[in-house]
């Protein structure tokens, strides 16, 4: 049982983390693209992406974690590397759920009100580090998950 929790939960830390990552290249090549409408098109694909791959993968990745910490006799939530893990995750949570979900919406309404190009470019770069932002918290909580600091 706990073995299969394991599964799907680095399975869903997969997702998160090579779909941010895709997601990412994606907005950089954007932002180096010479076609206006460019911008337009990627404000469209992040909130279909996210919807759709990384917000369930993120709900899975946590009830699995914290399926995994009741269901185990070795781990508990007094473990250094697990609170350290709760913590990341609710910072990369807060940073994709509040600040990304806002610089995409400003993304998408400029380039639907046909506003500034230099607004909309300014936006992706809030979203690109932002992004930035997220992926790193992600590579930490790996390393939190393997090397379990406190252990
Ligand atoms: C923040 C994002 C997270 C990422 C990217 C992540 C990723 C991973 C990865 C890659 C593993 C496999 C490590 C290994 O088998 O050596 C793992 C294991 C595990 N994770 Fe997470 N995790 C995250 C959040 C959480 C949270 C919030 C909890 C629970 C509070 C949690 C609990 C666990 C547990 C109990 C294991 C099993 C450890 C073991 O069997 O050695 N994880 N995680």
Same mark, same amino acid.
């Given at each position: 049982m706990v073995a299969w929790l394991l599964f799907v939960h680095v399975l869903s830390a997969m997702v998160w983390l090579g779909g941010g990552l895709t997601l990412m290249v994606a907005g950089l090549r954007v932002r180096s693209s010479s076609r206006p409408e460019a911008v337009a098109e990627? %404000?469209?694909? &992040?909130?279909? *992406?996210?919807?759709? /791959? =990384?917000?369930? %993968?993120?709900? *899975? =990745?946590?009830?699995?974690?914290?399926?995994?910490?009741? %269901?185990?006799? $070795?781990?508990?939530?007094?473990?250094?590397? &697990?609170?350290l893990a709760l913590g990341l995750f609710i910072l990369a949570f807060l940073v994709g759920a509040i600040y990304l979900s806002r610089v995409g919406i400003g993304l998408a309404r400029a380039t639907t009100d046909n506003r500034l190009a230099s607004e909309g470019a300014a936006l992706l770069n809030r979203w690109l *580090?932002?992004? *930035? &932002? &997220?992926?790193?918290?992600?590579?930490? $909580?790996?390393?939190?998950? /393997?090397?379990?600091?406190? =252990?």
């Open positions: 990627f %404000a469209r694909t &992040v909130p279909f *992406v996210g919807l759709r /791959i =990384l917000m369930p %993968a993120v709900v *899975v =990745l946590l009830v699995t974690g914290v399926w995994q910490v009741l %269901a185990s006799s $070795a781990w508990s939530f007094s473990q250094l590397w &697990v609170r *580090v932002g992004y *930035v &932002v &997220v992926l790193g918290l992600l590579v930490v $909580a790996v390393w939190d998950m /393997i090397f379990k600091p406190g =252990l």
